[in-house]
């Protein structure tokens, strides 16, 4: 996932959920490992989303 959607407050990481006819919500997420995609910075989400979810960026 792009760093583009993480945010960080209070030391926890969150991303944005995307819901149908309301307002997005933070979600908190668990970091993995960082890595490339596409040749830009990513990093591996462990937990906090399932397949499916649709994210928003901040």
Not at 22 to 43: A, C, M, R, W
């Amino acid at each position: 996932m792009p760093h583009d959607f993480i945010t960080t407050r209070f030391g926890l990481d969150f991303v944005k959920l995307k819901r149908e006819g309301g307002e997005p919500l933070d979600i908190v997420v668990q970091l993995g490992e960082h890595h490339e995609i596409d040749g830009k910075p990513g990093v591996e989400i462990l937990s906090g989303l399932k397949v499916g979810d649709t994210l928003v960026t901040p």
